[in-house]
Protein backbone atom coordinates (compact mmCIF):
# COMPACT_ATOMS: atom_id res chain seq x y z
CA UNK A 1 0.00 0.00 0.00
CA UNK A 2 0.99 3.65 -0.83
CA UNK A 3 -0.24 6.76 0.08
CA UNK A 4 -3.45 8.04 -1.20
CA UNK A 5 -2.83 11.65 -0.41
CA UNK A 6 0.07 13.64 -1.29
CA UNK A 7 1.76 15.17 1.39
CA UNK A 8 4.20 17.36 2.09
CA UNK A 9 7.40 15.72 3.87
CA UNK A 10 6.02 12.30 3.40
CA UNK A 11 8.23 9.29 4.46
CA UNK A 12 7.47 7.18 1.08
CA UNK A 13 11.06 7.07 0.32
CA UNK A 14 12.35 6.31 3.57
CA UNK A 15 9.94 3.48 5.29
CA UNK A 16 12.04 0.91 4.79
CA UNK A 17 14.84 2.84 7.41
CA UNK A 18 11.83 3.95 9.63
CA UNK A 19 10.23 -0.07 9.77
CA UNK A 20 13.82 -1.27 10.48
CA UNK A 21 14.07 0.38 13.79
CA UNK A 22 10.34 -0.40 14.92
CA UNK A 23 10.15 -3.71 16.62
CA UNK A 24 9.26 -7.04 15.06
CA UNK A 25 6.41 -7.33 17.49
CA UNK A 26 3.94 -4.50 18.63
CA UNK A 27 0.75 -4.50 20.48
CA UNK A 28 -0.53 -1.15 19.63
CA UNK A 29 0.99 1.27 17.10
CA UNK A 30 0.18 4.66 17.33
CA UNK A 31 1.45 7.53 14.58
CA UNK A 32 0.24 10.59 15.90
CA UNK A 33 0.97 12.80 13.17
CA UNK A 34 -0.97 10.96 10.45
CA UNK A 35 -0.37 13.29 7.62
CA UNK A 36 -0.07 10.51 4.19
CA UNK A 37 0.88 8.24 6.88
CA UNK A 38 2.95 6.35 4.70
CA UNK A 39 4.69 4.39 7.51
CA UNK A 40 1.16 2.79 8.88
CA UNK A 41 0.50 1.83 5.11
CA UNK A 42 4.08 0.27 4.69
CA UNK A 43 4.17 -1.83 8.39
CA UNK A 44 3.04 -5.14 8.02
CA UNK A 45 -0.41 -5.69 9.22
CA UNK A 46 0.98 -8.59 10.93
CA UNK A 47 3.65 -6.77 13.26
CA UNK A 48 1.05 -4.98 15.36
CA UNK A 49 -2.46 -5.92 17.40
CA UNK A 50 -3.86 -2.79 16.04
CA UNK A 51 -2.85 0.81 15.33
CA UNK A 52 -4.16 4.23 16.86
CA UNK A 53 -3.44 7.06 14.35
CA UNK A 54 -4.43 10.53 14.75
CA UNK A 55 -3.43 14.55 13.52
CA UNK A 56 -5.05 17.83 14.32
CA UNK A 57 -6.23 18.75 11.57
CA UNK A 58 -10.01 17.53 11.20
CA UNK A 59 -10.54 17.16 7.84
CA UNK A 60 -7.39 15.08 7.03
CA UNK A 61 -8.97 12.52 9.76
CA UNK A 62 -12.44 12.82 8.21
CA UNK A 63 -11.16 11.66 4.92
CA UNK A 64 -9.12 9.17 5.93
CA UNK A 65 -12.65 7.69 8.07
CA UNK A 66 -14.11 8.04 5.07
CA UNK A 67 -11.78 5.94 3.64
CA UNK A 68 -11.83 3.24 6.18
CA UNK A 69 -15.81 2.82 6.07
CA UNK A 70 -17.31 5.17 2.62
CA UNK A 71 -14.38 3.92 0.18
CA UNK A 72 -17.01 3.31 -2.57
CA UNK A 73 -18.86 5.74 -1.89
CA UNK A 74 -15.78 8.19 -1.88
CA UNK A 75 -15.11 6.59 -5.35
CA UNK A 76 -18.04 7.81 -6.97
CA UNK A 77 -17.54 11.30 -6.19
CA UNK A 78 -13.86 11.71 -6.94
CA UNK A 79 -14.54 10.24 -10.26
CA UNK A 80 -17.36 13.18 -10.94
CA UNK A 81 -14.53 15.55 -9.79
CA UNK A 82 -12.16 14.10 -12.33
CA UNK A 83 -14.06 14.65 -15.03
CA UNK A 84 -14.84 18.33 -14.12
CA UNK A 85 -11.20 18.90 -13.25
CA UNK A 86 -9.88 22.47 -14.43
CA UNK A 87 -8.12 25.24 -13.26
CA UNK A 88 -12.08 27.06 -12.73
CA UNK A 89 -13.28 24.14 -11.36
CA UNK A 90 -10.98 23.60 -8.56
CA UNK A 91 -11.31 26.96 -7.08
CA UNK A 92 -14.97 26.29 -7.14
CA UNK A 93 -14.42 23.62 -5.02
CA UNK A 94 -11.95 25.05 -2.80
CA UNK A 95 -14.37 27.65 -2.01
CA UNK A 96 -17.15 25.44 -1.00
CA UNK A 97 -17.70 23.35 2.31
CA UNK A 98 -19.71 19.78 2.38
CA UNK A 99 -21.70 18.69 5.50
CA UNK A 100 -21.80 15.57 3.51
CA UNK A 101 -19.14 13.45 5.20
CA UNK A 102 -18.10 11.69 1.75
CA UNK A 103 -17.88 14.56 -0.30
CA UNK A 104 -15.85 16.64 2.19
CA UNK A 105 -13.77 14.03 1.78
CA UNK A 106 -13.62 14.14 -1.91
CA UNK A 107 -13.42 17.89 -1.57
CA UNK A 108 -10.15 17.37 0.45
CA UNK A 109 -8.09 14.82 -1.98
CA UNK A 110 -9.36 16.12 -5.14
CA UNK A 111 -7.56 19.42 -3.14
CA UNK A 112 -4.67 17.59 -2.37
CA UNK A 113 -4.13 15.90 -5.91
CA UNK A 114 -4.82 19.12 -8.06
CA UNK A 115 -2.78 21.97 -5.62
CA UNK A 116 0.71 22.58 -5.73
CA UNK A 117 3.05 19.88 -4.62
CA UNK A 118 0.50 18.67 -2.24
CA UNK A 119 0.76 21.16 0.18
CA UNK A 120 -1.43 21.85 2.94
CA UNK A 121 -1.73 25.22 4.08
CA UNK A 122 -4.05 27.21 5.88
CA UNK A 123 -4.72 30.70 6.59
CA UNK A 124 -5.76 32.45 10.12
CA UNK A 125 -9.39 31.57 9.74
CA UNK A 126 -8.17 27.85 9.24
CA UNK A 127 -9.29 28.24 5.31
CA UNK A 128 -7.52 26.07 2.77
CA UNK A 129 -5.52 28.44 0.57
CA UNK A 130 -2.96 26.44 -1.48
CA UNK A 131 -2.88 27.66 -5.68
CA UNK A 132 -3.75 25.21 -7.84
CA UNK A 133 -0.83 23.38 -9.82
CA UNK A 134 -0.50 24.93 -13.42
CA UNK A 135 3.03 23.18 -14.00
CA UNK A 136 1.36 19.61 -14.39
CA UNK A 137 1.17 18.05 -17.70
CA UNK A 138 -1.53 15.64 -18.23
CA UNK A 139 -4.81 14.61 -16.50
CA UNK A 140 -4.38 13.92 -12.96
CA UNK A 141 -5.23 10.80 -11.39
CA UNK A 142 -7.02 11.34 -8.34
CA UNK A 143 -7.18 7.53 -6.77
CA UNK A 144 -5.67 3.95 -7.41
CA UNK A 145 -8.75 1.65 -7.03
CA UNK A 146 -6.66 -1.10 -6.14
CA UNK A 147 -4.63 1.10 -3.74
CA UNK A 148 -7.46 3.01 -2.22
CA UNK A 149 -9.11 -0.65 -1.45
CA UNK A 150 -6.28 -2.09 0.23
CA UNK A 151 -5.99 1.19 2.46
CA UNK A 152 -9.72 1.07 3.24
CA UNK A 153 -9.22 -2.74 4.52
CA UNK A 154 -6.16 -2.10 6.25
CA UNK A 155 -7.96 0.76 8.47
CA UNK A 156 -10.30 -1.75 9.48
CA UNK A 157 -7.82 -2.62 12.46
CA UNK A 158 -7.18 0.93 12.97
CA UNK A 159 -8.84 3.53 15.20
CA UNK A 160 -8.48 7.24 14.14
CA UNK A 161 -8.54 10.41 16.60
CA UNK A 162 -8.34 13.93 16.07
CA UNK A 163 -5.92 15.04 19.09
CA UNK A 164 -2.53 16.52 19.95
CA UNK A 165 0.23 14.27 20.53
CA UNK A 166 0.49 14.07 23.95
CA UNK A 167 -3.25 13.02 24.80
CA UNK A 168 -2.62 9.35 24.08
CA UNK A 169 -1.39 6.89 26.46
CA UNK A 170 1.15 4.30 24.60
CA UNK A 171 2.25 1.14 27.09
CA UNK A 172 4.86 -0.95 27.26
CA UNK A 173 5.02 -3.22 24.35
CA UNK A 174 3.53 -0.40 21.88
CA UNK A 175 5.42 1.00 19.23
CA UNK A 176 4.90 4.75 18.20
CA UNK A 177 5.96 7.14 15.39
CA UNK A 178 6.55 10.64 15.32
CA UNK A 179 6.56 12.59 12.12
CA UNK A 180 6.11 16.35 13.56
CA UNK A 181 6.45 19.37 11.38
CA UNK A 182 10.34 19.89 11.37
CA UNK A 183 12.44 22.13 12.78
CA UNK A 184 13.13 25.50 10.44
CA UNK A 185 16.92 25.18 8.49
CA UNK A 186 17.00 28.69 9.95
CA UNK A 187 14.73 30.89 11.75
CA UNK A 188 13.55 32.62 8.89
CA UNK A 189 12.47 29.79 6.94
CA UNK A 190 9.74 28.45 8.98
CA UNK A 191 6.97 26.45 7.66
CA UNK A 192 4.93 24.84 10.19
CA UNK A 193 1.41 26.22 9.45
CA UNK A 194 -0.31 22.83 8.84
CA UNK A 195 -2.75 23.68 11.90
CA UNK A 196 -3.72 27.56 12.48
CA UNK A 197 -1.01 28.44 15.80
CA UNK A 198 1.47 26.31 14.20
CA UNK A 199 4.44 24.31 15.44
CA UNK A 200 6.76 25.98 17.46
CA UNK A 201 9.84 25.38 19.55
CA UNK A 202 8.35 25.25 22.77
CA UNK A 203 5.79 22.41 21.47
CA UNK A 204 8.83 20.59 19.81
CA UNK A 205 10.31 20.80 23.51
CA UNK A 206 7.21 19.47 24.79
CA UNK A 207 6.73 16.42 22.24
CA UNK A 208 10.81 15.77 23.29
CA UNK A 209 9.69 15.17 26.79
CA UNK A 210 6.62 13.31 25.75
CA UNK A 211 9.10 11.09 23.42
CA UNK A 212 11.85 10.77 26.99
CA UNK A 213 9.01 9.54 29.15
CA UNK A 214 7.60 7.17 26.51
CA UNK A 215 10.70 5.82 25.77
CA UNK A 216 11.61 5.48 30.14
CA UNK A 217 8.06 3.35 30.25
CA UNK A 218 9.21 0.31 27.84
CA UNK A 219 7.70 2.10 24.61
CA UNK A 220 9.61 1.92 21.14
CA UNK A 221 9.66 5.52 19.91
CA UNK A 222 11.21 6.84 16.71
CA UNK A 223 10.87 10.18 15.42
CA UNK A 224 11.85 12.26 12.37
CA UNK A 225 13.46 15.34 12.30
CA UNK A 226 15.43 17.97 10.56
CA UNK A 227 18.98 17.77 11.16
CA UNK A 228 19.82 21.22 13.06
CA UNK A 229 21.60 21.84 15.83
CA UNK A 230 18.42 22.83 17.83
CA UNK A 231 17.02 19.28 17.73
CA UNK A 232 20.34 17.56 17.93
CA UNK A 233 21.12 19.58 21.20
CA UNK A 234 17.16 18.80 22.57
CA UNK A 235 17.59 15.07 21.92
CA UNK A 236 20.97 14.98 23.23
CA UNK A 237 21.76 11.73 24.66
CA UNK A 238 19.03 9.87 22.21
CA UNK A 239 20.22 7.46 19.30
CA UNK A 240 20.57 9.57 16.44
CA UNK A 241 20.55 8.14 12.35
CA UNK A 242 21.59 10.54 9.76
CA UNK A 243 20.13 10.09 6.80
CA UNK A 244 19.31 11.97 3.75
CA UNK A 245 15.56 12.78 2.51
CA UNK A 246 14.42 14.88 -0.65
CA UNK A 247 13.13 17.96 -0.65
CA UNK A 248 10.25 19.26 -3.15
CA UNK A 249 8.80 22.50 -1.63
CA UNK A 250 11.03 25.63 -2.36
CA UNK A 251 10.63 28.38 -4.44
CA UNK A 252 13.20 27.82 -6.10
CA UNK A 253 14.05 24.87 -8.19
CA UNK A 254 18.19 25.32 -6.56
CA UNK A 255 16.48 24.59 -3.55
CA UNK A 256 15.06 21.31 -3.78
CA UNK A 257 17.28 17.74 -3.49
CA UNK A 258 18.74 15.82 -0.77
CA UNK A 259 18.51 17.62 2.51
CA UNK A 260 19.89 16.20 6.24
CA UNK A 261 17.81 14.33 8.47
CA UNK A 262 17.58 12.58 11.92
CA UNK A 263 15.85 9.72 12.91
CA UNK A 264 15.71 9.44 16.81
CA UNK A 265 15.57 6.04 18.68
CA UNK A 266 14.14 5.64 22.21
CA UNK A 267 12.94 2.43 24.18
CA UNK A 268 12.94 -1.00 24.23
CA UNK A 269 13.48 -3.19 20.35
Same mark, same amino acid.
Given at each position: ? !? =???????????????????? =??????YYEPFLGGGAVFLALDQ? %????????????????????? #?????????????????? !????????? $?????????????????????????? @? &????????? =? *??? !?????? %?? *????????????? @?????? &???????? =?? #?? $????? $? +?????????? #???? *?? +????????????? $???? !??? /?????? &?? /????? +?? &???????????????????? #??ASGRGPVGELL??????
Open positions: M !T =PFLRWAGGKSKQTARILSLL =PTKINTG %RMERAILSDTNQDLIATWKIV #STEAGLLVDVLNEYQKAN !TRDFYFQVR $DMHFTDQVYAAARFIYLNKTCFNGLY @R &VNAKGQFNV =P *YDD !TRKGPT %RL *YDLDNLQACSRAL @RRAMLY &VCNFDILK =PK #SG $DAVYF $D +PPYVPLSLTS #SFTE *YT +PGGFGLEEQKRLR $DVFG !TLA /SRGVRV &VL /SQADV +PF &VRDTYRGFEMHEILAPRSIN #SKIVGGPV
